[in-house]
């Protein structure tokens, strides 16, 4: 379960930049802090060019730092969790879940460390253990997008784990997943990411309302940004007209999509047309 995002240290931390009357322990987490951003955001740069020993290097002498920083300030919540989230993001996952447990202990009212919990036990193959974890993060951070975002996301992408649990129904799964989706698109319209996920969840329902999905398709044709974006747009709404028995007006649609670059996913759409058309 890879889908689930991480969400940035430097927005949530109160000493994210230098000030004057910072303390020397947070002057050196502020450090760690920079360390661990540059390292990644270094690495991200390097992409497929990357010299894995010398990140490897960097990251060894990095957790080594945020070790001796715990140990010198054991109650700090936030170098526990950010020293969780490294060890997260290098794959010591376990390691991860055992210093942030720690972290939500010291301040259990850290909606990031939540989340960091949830993603963790979610990518373990433990959603019903996650769940909890993300609705808290909720809770804690209504206003934040990403939450309600990996929140649909567990329940769409684990739903077989919760209906075997008997403690959900398909209709009530389903409400709860489109309506994750669709919060987080209420709060970021500006993100494409979760704006698309909310209009592509129409299609994970027992019973979708494909009216809803063809409106939420329309929205986004409304804003996109390039061609491609647009027809794409188009061709799931073509998609839909197709399921509604509304041949004629896909193909108006269809007529629309003229970029190259999307010609197959046009032309598996025209032969279903023509096989609506032999029925």
């Keep these: 379960m890879k889908a689930f995002a991480w ?62 920083f715990l140990r010198n300030h054991p109650d700090s919540a936030i170098g526990h969790a950010a020293y969780g989230r490294l060890l997260g993001r290098v794959g010591m996952d376990q390691q991860a879940v055992i210093i942030l447990l720690k972290a939500e202990k010291l301040n259990p009212k850290d909606p990031m460390v939540k989340n960091q919990l949830g993603n963790h036990l979610a990518e373990a193959g433990k959603p019903r253990e996650a769940l909890p974890f993300f609705l808290a993060a909720i809770e804690l951070a209504p206003g934040e997008p990403l939450y309600h975002y990996q929140l649909g996301t567990l329940l769409a992408e684990a739903r077989d784990d919760f209906l075997e649990s008997g403690e959900w129904t398909r209709e009530a799964l389903d409400q709860a997943m489109l309506a994750a989706f669709a919060k987080a698109a209420e709060l970021a319209p500006e993100r494409i990411e979760f704006t698309y996920r909310h209009a592509e969840a129409y299609y994970d329902l027992e019973k979708p309302d494909w009216d809803a999905a063809l409106k939420a398709w329309a929205a986004l044709e409304e804003k996109a940004a390039s061609a491609v974006e647009r027809e794409t ?5 073509a998609n839909i007209l197709i399921k509604q028995g509304r041949t004629d007006h896909a193909r108006l649609v269809l007529a629309l999509v003229t970029e190259p670059a999307l010609s197959a996913h046009k032309e598996k759409l025209v032969a279903e047309l023509a096989g609506a058309d032999n029925k």
């Design 233 to 237: 747009m188009r061709l799931h709404a």
């Design 7 to 68: 969400i940035g240290f430097f927005l949530l931390l109160p000493f994210a930049a230098a000030q004057t009357s910072e303390t020397l322990s947070e002057r050196t987490l502020r450090q760690l802090l920079e360390r661990q951003h540059e390292l990644f955001a270094d690495a991200a740069k390097q992409g497929d060019q990357l010299d894995l020993a010398s990140f490897r290097t960097q990251a060894q002498a990095l957790a080594f730092d945020y070790e001796v």
